[in-house]
Structure formats: C-alpha cells, structure tokens
C-alpha cells in the first residue's frame, strides 16, 4: 500500500456509458469507497452493487465482459485512462497513483458498442477465419504420425500462441477502422452480421491475424495451408495496409513480436506474388 492510498477513502470512476449498439453515449462518475489491492473488474462489481452514480441518483448497472480473471480470455479488455488494457489485471491502487487520483473506462474504440464497456470483437474472429489460423485435419482416421517439429520452430511458434485475440493492438491501430453496420428494423442477428461482415470484407485484417498467419505458417503441418493464407494476406485489408507505425507491438499485453510477423508476413507474401507470376 502507498502512502497516498492510505489517507485515500473513496475515489470516482468516469464511465462512458453507452445504452445499446448505436445509441448516444454519455458519462457517468461513481464514488468508491477505497479498499486496498482492488482491481478494475472488483470495482465495476461494486458499482454494479451500488447501481447509484457519483450524485446519488440511482441507475442501471455498468454492463462489461470477464471469463478468466488472469489475463488469458481477453473479454475485459477496454481503455483505461486512455490505455488499452485488460481490467482485471488492472490495479486501481497503480491507476490511482499514475492519474492523480482518478479512473476513466471507456469501451474499445474500434469494435461496434453492445452496451457500456462491452464491444462486439466478431471482426477479429472472422479476420482469424479468413487467414485460416488452423492446422487442417483432413478426418479423424489414424494416419500415423505428422511431420516433426525442430525446437528452433517450436521456439520461434510458442510466443505468437500466447494471442488471446484481446484487440488491444487493432485498437492502437492507426489503419484499423471502426466498421459499424446499424441494425434494421425487424432485421434477424444472422442477416445484420452477414452485412456487417460484408461491410468489414475489404478493411485491414489487423496486427493479431496477420501474426496467427505466420504462427500457423510456420508448423509443418499447418503450412499445407499457407499459399491460401498468403493470398489472404495479398488481398484487401491485407499486409499492404500497415503504415509500421508499431503501435501494436507497444500495446500488445502479452508482448508479441507483432512487428516480426508483420516483417515475415510481407517477405512471405513477395515471393509467393512472385512465384505465382512464374507458375503462370
Ligand atoms: S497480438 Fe497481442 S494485442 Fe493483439 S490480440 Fe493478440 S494478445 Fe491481444
Ligand atoms: S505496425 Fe501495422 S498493424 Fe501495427 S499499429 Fe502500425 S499499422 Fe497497425
Ligand atoms: S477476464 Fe480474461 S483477460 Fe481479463
């Protein structure tokens, strides 16, 4: 504990709250009354216990995401005075000393808002899926053993497996877009995903994909698919959208040598242009 936290015995949260996708956001402070060794997550309970703001006046609960609680999932992840960050391994008594006494969350900025502090991350997912961030299996009969796979590989693979698809680096993104499709009236959730999707279809893929292209790449037997993530990579939104501005590797909670990747993605995808100019 701190010296400044010790005489310290509430403190407000800024919250930018938003009602459902589309709607306006607003503002909202509350007080906490201070514990020590909170983290973000413990807070935003508290407030969901309260339901009353900063004023007194009584409100609906905060909405936010969670599952594992140790920096794995990546579902809490959202911007915490002003940075992109995961919440429950965010320390309030930390954030307290660094911002002067107060805390500010905000939602993602680059994924369309469900409800407060929670963001619909599917963009991600479905950039996974074009890049086939795989190892194929062709059936389930027993076929012997694959390919070996070398130590240096292994070495190599094992940190850009540590992705835990959080968003952070599209987040910090310069060339990553926010791409919001509003839903229509009486229109199904599979109808306005399939126009969000094709809305999304030539926007960049972002950092996280372009680093699970070259981690499955890289295994022997994953490479079976590599010319199809090459072409994917090629494409719109592909590896010729990153302006190197490295944002990503600086945010990137499990410091993935994003920038690496991006480097072998574009080596990768010259030579297989070229090689595909000479297979004409
Ligand atoms: S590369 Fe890092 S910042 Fe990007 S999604 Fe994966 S874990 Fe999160
Ligand atoms: S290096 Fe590329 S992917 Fe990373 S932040 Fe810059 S533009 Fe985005
Ligand atoms: S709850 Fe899983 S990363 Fe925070």
Redesign the pocket.
Same mark, same amino acid.
């Given at each position: 504990m701190t010296a400044s936290s010790t005489k310290r015995e509430s403190f407000d949260v800024r919250i930018l709250r938003q009602a459902a996708p589309g709607e306006p956001s607003r503002w909202e402070t509350f007080r906490i009354p201070y514990e020590p060794n909170l983290n973000v997550i413990s807070v935003l309970q508290k407030i969901a216990a309260m339901a009353r703001n900063a004023e007194g006046k009584e409100t609906t609960p905060v909405a936010w995401d969670c599952n594992c609680l140790e920096e794995v999932c990546g579902a809490c992840t959202m911007v915490i005075n002003g940075r992109v960050r995961q919440s429950c391994s965010a320390l309030v008594d930390r954030l307290l000393e660094e911002h002067e006494g107060e805390i500010e969350l905000q939602p993602m900025t680059k994924f369309p808002v469900v409800r407060d502090l929670v963001v619909d991350r599917s963009r991600m997912f479905r950039a996974l899926e074009k890049v086939k961030a795989w190892v194929p299996v062709d059936d389930y009969y027993d076929r012997g053993a694959g390919p070996r796979e070398s130590q240096e590989s292994q070495e190599e693979r094992y940190p850009l497996s540590e992705c835990m698809t959080c968003g952070c $680096?599209v987040d !910090? $993104?310069? /060339?990553?877009s926010k791409v919001e499709v509003e839903r229509r009236p009486n229109e199904s959730i599979e109808e306005h995903q399939a126009r969000q999707a094709e809305a999304e279809k030539s926007e960049f893929l #972002? !950092?996280a994909p372009i680093s699970q292209a070259m981690l499955f790449n890289r295994h022997a037997t994953g490479a079976m698919l590599a010319d199809d993530r090459l072409n994917a990579l090629s494409g719109p939104g592909g590896i010729q959208v $990153? #302006? +190197? !501005? /490295? +944002? $990503?590797?600086a945010v990137c909670p499990k410091e993935i040598p994003?920038?690496t990747s991006?480097a072998r993605a574009g080596r990768q995808t010259t030579v297989h242009a070229i090689k595909k100019i000479f297979d004409r």
């Open positions: $680096c !910090a $993104c310069p /060339q990553y #972002g !950092a $990153c #302006g +190197n !501005a /490295q +944002n $990503c590797v994003l920038t991006i």
